[in-house]
């Protein structure tokens, strides 16, 4: 994740991180605004609703369940290298998986 708020950073992006613990200074040091919520990994559902779409990037388990908050919200998913579920969009890079997800939100997938 921490690459992922570099790289929207570099772009003019605003970074929002929405972390599992109770301490802000967890966040990488490239996110703007850490919202700590102490949920552990209860908070996925929150990373799913704050956003009109998805990117998974890899993962594991805690992966596999915001894909599957993104699917029962309707949250278009690009996936980078990530598990293989119905509703996911394989991508080959991250230009590729924000053009997909942009695309989506507009509705023209």
């Keep these: 994740m921490a690459a992922v708020c570099e790289g929207a ?3 003019g992006a605003r970074t ?6 109770e301490d802000p200074a967890a966040a990488n040091d490239h996110v703007e605004v ?3 919520t102490g949920l552990g990994h209860a908070r996925n559902l929150l990373v799913v609703l704050n956003g009109d779409a998805v990117i998974a990037v890899d993962g594991a388990a805690g992966t596999l369940s915001e894909l599957g ?3 029962v919200y309707d ?6 290298d990530t598990h293989d579920v119905p509703g996911v969009e394989p991508v080959e890079g991250p230009a590729e998986a924000v053009a997909y997800v ?7 997938d």
């Design 16 to 21: 929002v991180g929405i972390l599992p613990g």
């Design 34 to 36: 850490p919202i700590v």
């Design 75 to 80: 949250r278009p998913v690009a996936g980078l």
């Design 9 to 11: 950073r570099e772009e």
């Design 102 to 108: 942009e695309r989506a939100v507009r509705g023209d």
């Design 69 to 71: 908050y993104a699917g």
